[in-house]
């Protein structure tokens, strides 16, 4: 029976960018709700609009039968900080007034936060003018994480951003979470009493069915990085650790940094060892033989409490291809890897301690890693599975 129930998904980042709520709208689509999203141009992550499409003020398209209301972005943002801003500002107001203008006929608002929370206001400001039902789905918690990027505690912005957050939190009318810790975060800007609800992202959709990437010709054991390579992803300290293992164990080992990102060329200057390896970006569809050719795959953020209550989307990404993972992270995603035992867990500035696990890990046993592997699809059945976890959202959401 067909549920005729409209739904506006209001999200920065949409097809073809690479997120989530992709797989969300496409799956309410075909439960036979009508689906709209409102979003940008896409740009993400180089900052230039994608081929095929144009950088226009405002404009509809179409994606499966979901339709798309987009609206110009700013672009040239990835090595500007002043053109980020404008890039948030700039869809915090052109959203708001398509959101205005389409609004009234919607009977739920989910808005999918995975960066600026100002993405968010389009949602809210429907959501009150039209009394609908608004979801928050957070990604990224403010306003620990603009404190992280060193915009300073306390003084008068610090007083402005506290209202701007507590405002957006409180006009959702229910919550949930893609990390665990964000609760403890964000509690004091929400309405008191209101649930908290953990939905985790799930794993990128990969064809493991595909002959392995040779990342070299030799028997050594392949570290790899795969993701965002910037400043925040700590890969300085990993690359030194990994530089500084004694001969005896760097002769037996590859480390493999896949992707792009502000960092790159700074990272590349920083060592000269022949056997850490940049692959440069390359297509997700074509990750599944990286990571199958991979015997350990690393996640890895820089020691700040807004990343402590972080879970990197490729944890779960690395979980669904069941090889070991290299925490050198702290708080959630370490105890995600500790508790269900996946793999080595080091303290992310602590560079004897992120050497000593690279030793480790080159010395585990077969038993060991079937062990990890074991425990991966255990989670992956029942935690971080995306029919579940979609199907809650849905409840949550409508209930």
């Not at 990604?139 to 994480?145: A, L, N």
């Not at 990437?213 to 400043?231: D, E, P, V």
């Amino acid at each position: 029976m067909k549920n005729n129930k409209r739904i506006l998904i209001v999200a920065e980042c949409f097809f073809p960018e690479e997120f989530k709520i992709n797989d969300v709208a496409l799956s309410w689509k075909n439960k036979g709700y009508d689906v709209d999203v409102l979003t940008s141009v896409p740009t993400y992550p180089l900052g230039r609009v994608f081929d095929g499409y144009k950088n226009k003020f405002f404009y509809k398209d179409c994606y499966k039968g979901i339709d798309i209301y987009r609206v110009w972005a700013i672009t040239g943002y990835r090595n500007s900080l002043f053109k980020k801003l404008l890039r948030y500002i700039g869809f915090m107001i052109m959203g708001s007034v398509v959101s205005l203008t389409i609004g009234k006929k919607y009977d739920y608002i989910l808005g999918f936060n995975t960066g600026s929370l100002t993405s968010m206001v389009p949602a809210v400001l429907a959501s009150k003018a039209y009394k609908i039902p608004f979801t928050l789905w957070i990604q990224d918690v403010w306003p620990d994480s603009v404190y992280a990027y060193g915009f300073k505690k306390g003084g008068v912005l610090s007083f402005f951003l506290e209202k701007f957050v507590k405002k957006v939190y409180r006009g959702a009318t229910s919550i949930t979470m893609s990390g665990q810790g964000f609760g403890r975060k964000i509690r004091p800007y929400v309405k008191s009493g209101m649930p908290l609800h953990y939905l985790p992202n799930w794993p990128d959709d990969l064809d493991m069915n595909v002959e392995a990437y040779h990342f070299n010709n030799s028997q050594r054991l392949n570290f790899t990085f795969a993701g965002n390579i910037g400043r925040i992803q700590n890969l300085e300290n990993i690359i030194h650790a990994f530089s500084s293992l004694p001969d005896k164990y760097l002769e037996r080992a590859q480390l493999n940094i896949i992707g792009d990102g502000s960092y790159l060329e700074r990272l590349k200057s920083t060592t000269n060892c022949k056997n850490v390896v940049f692959h440069g970006k390359k297509p997700r569809s074509d990750m599944g033989k990286y990571y199958k050719g991979s015997d350990f795959l690393i996640v890895s953020l820089v020691d700040s409490p807004i990343f402590s209550v972080t879970v990197p989307a490729k944890t779960q990404t690395y979980i669904a291809t069941k090889k070991p993972i290299l925490a050198i992270i702290n708080g959630d995603t370490a105890d995600i890897v500790k508790n269900y035992n996946l793999g080595f867990c080091a303290e992310p500035n602590n560079i004897n301690k992120i050497r000593e696990i690279f030793i480790e890990s080159i010395n585990t046993s077969d038993h060991k890693l079937l062990e990890f592997s074991e425990n991966s699809e255990f989670l992956l059945t029942n935690i971080f599975n995306k029919k579940k976890v979609i199907d809650s959202l849905e409840s949550v959401m409508v209930n």
